[in-house]
C-alpha cells in the first residue's frame, strides 16, 4: 500500500426536498383542504477518524464525496426522505484544513472522533404548512435550500511518541528493525527510505511508537533532496532521537546541519526533547569512538549515546533512554494542564 500524507477533496453536502403542493380530495371529504408534505433533509458530510487506517491513499482515487439530497415532499402530508449523510474516513491524526491549506478545521487525534464539514440543506414547506384561517388552500411550497459546497485539504501526521531524524544512511532504518518488528528497506545508498515508517518498541513493561523519518541533507527546507515535508509527522513527537553516522570525517557538521533544518522548518521541532546517538561504532577504533564522542557532546552540549545498530551494542541502552525521556516529557505536560484527561504529544 502506498503512503500518502496530503490530499485534496471537494465535498458538497445534500440539498433539502422542495415541499409539495397537494389537495385532499376524497369522496365524502366536503372540505379537505391543502396536503403537501415537507421535503426531506438533505445530508451532512462528516470526517471520522479510523484507527485501522494509516495512509490518504483513497483520496488520490476518490476526490469527490457527495451526501445525498433529500426527496421532495408527497401528498398526504407526507414529508420526503432525509439524504443519507456522506463520511470522510480519515487515520488517526489527520489535520483538516480549508482549501488555502491554513486555516485549520479540525485535527482528528483519536479513534472514532467526528466533525461536521458541511451541514445539509433543510427540506422546504409542503403547501399545509401555510394553511390558516385567512389562507384556506395555499398553493405555494417553499424549495429545499441548497447544500454547502467547498474543497478542503487532508494533512496526515503520525501520531508518534518518537521520531528517528539524520543524515542518509546514518542507520535508522536498521534502528528501527531491530527494537521493532517494522521491515523498512535497508540498503547501503542515500534515500532509501522514502515514507515514513513506524514500529512498536518495548521497554521495561511499555511500549512507545518510533517513526522513521526520510533523511534529510542540507538544503532540505529549500527543496534539496526529498525536502522536508515528511517533518510535519514529528511535529507530535515528544522525543527527537537524532542519529549520526559515526564513520563520517565531520560527525561535527553531519549534527549541525540536521539541527539547522529543524530549526528552519520550525513548528517547534527545534525545541523538542532530543536524544543524541553516534551510531556504527563498531566500526570504529576506541580512540576514534572517544574522539567522536567528546566532539559531538561538545558541539550538542549534552550527553552522547553510542551504539551499533548492526551487532547490537548499546542497542538496549538507547532505547531504555527514549522511553524515559517520553515518561518525563508527558509528566511535564501533565503538571502544566493539570485539568487535561488525556496527554496529547
Not at 484544513?97 to 485549520?104: C, V
Not at 422546504?124 to 390558516?132: C, E, I, L, P, T
Request: hydrophobic share 40%; net charge neutral; glycine share 14%.
Amino acid at each position: 500500500m502506498k503512503f500518502l500524507d496530503v490530499a485534496k477533496v471537494h465535498i458538497r453536502s445534500g440539498s433539502g426536498g422542495n415541499g409539495c403542493v397537494a389537495f385532499r380530495r376524497e369522496k365524502f371529504i366536503e372540505f379537505g383542504g391543502p396536503w403537501g408534505g415537507d421535503g426531506g433533509r438533505g445530508g451532512d458530510v462528516w470526517a471520522e477518524a479510523v484507527a485501522n487506517l494509516n495512509t490518504l491513499i483513497d483520496y488520490r482515487y476518490q476526490q469527490h464525496v457527495f451526501a445525498k439530497n433529500g426527496e421532495g415532499g408527497m401528498g398526504k402530508q407526507m414529508s420526503g426522505a432525509a439524504g443519507a449523510d456522506a463520511i470522510v474516513k480519515v487515520p488517526v491524526g489527520t489535520e483538516i484544513y480549508e482549501e488555502d491549506g491554513e486555516s485549520l478545521i479540525a485535527d482528528l487525534t483519536e479513534p472514532g472522533q467526528r466533525v461536521l464539514l458541511a451541514k445539509g440543506g433543510n427540506g422546504g414547506f409542503g403547501n399545509a404548512h401555510f394553511k390558516s384561517a385567512t389562507n384556506q388552500a395555499p398553493r405555494h411550497a417553499n424549495p429545499g435550500q441548497p447544500g454547502e459546497e467547498k474543497t478542503i485539504v487532508l494533512q496526515l501526521k503520525l501520531i508518534a511518541d518518537a521520531g528517528l531524524v539524520g543524515l542518509p544512511n546514518a542507520g535508522k532504518s536498521t534502528f528501527l528493525s531491530r527494537v521493532s518488528a517494522a521491515r523498512p528497506k535497508i540498503a547501503d545508498y542515500p534515500f532509501t527510505t522514502l515514507t515514513p515508517q513506524l514500529g512498536v518498541v518495548r521497554s521495561d513493561e511499555r511500549e512507545f511508537v518510533l517513526a522513521d523519518l526520510p533523511g534529510l541533507i542540507e538544503g532540505a527546507h529549500d527543496g534539496v533532496g526529498l525536502g522536508d515535508r515528511f517533518l510535519g509527522h514529528a511535529e507530535r513527537c515528544s522525543v527527537i532521537l537524532h542519529l549520526i553516522d559515526g564513520t563520517q570525517t565531520n560527525i561535527v557538521n553531519a549534527y549541525r546541519t540536521i539541527r539547522h533544518e529543524l530549526e528552519a522548518y520550525g513548528h517547534g521541532l527545534a525545541h523538542k526533547r532530543e536524544i543524541v546517538v553516534l551510531n556504527k561504532i563498531d566500526a570504529l577504533t576506541p580512540e576514534a569512538l572517544r574522539r567522536k564522542r567528546a566532539a559531538l557532546k561538545k558541539a550538542s552540549g549534552q550527553e552522547v549515546y553510542v551504539m551499533s545498530g548492526v551487532s547490537g551494542e548499546g542497542v538496549n541502552d538507547v532505547v531504555r533512554m527514549v522511553g524515559r525521556a517520553i515518561l518525563e516529557v508527558r509528566d511535564a505536560r501533565h503538571a502544566t494542564s493539570p485539568t487535561t484527561s488525556r496527554w496529547v504529544p
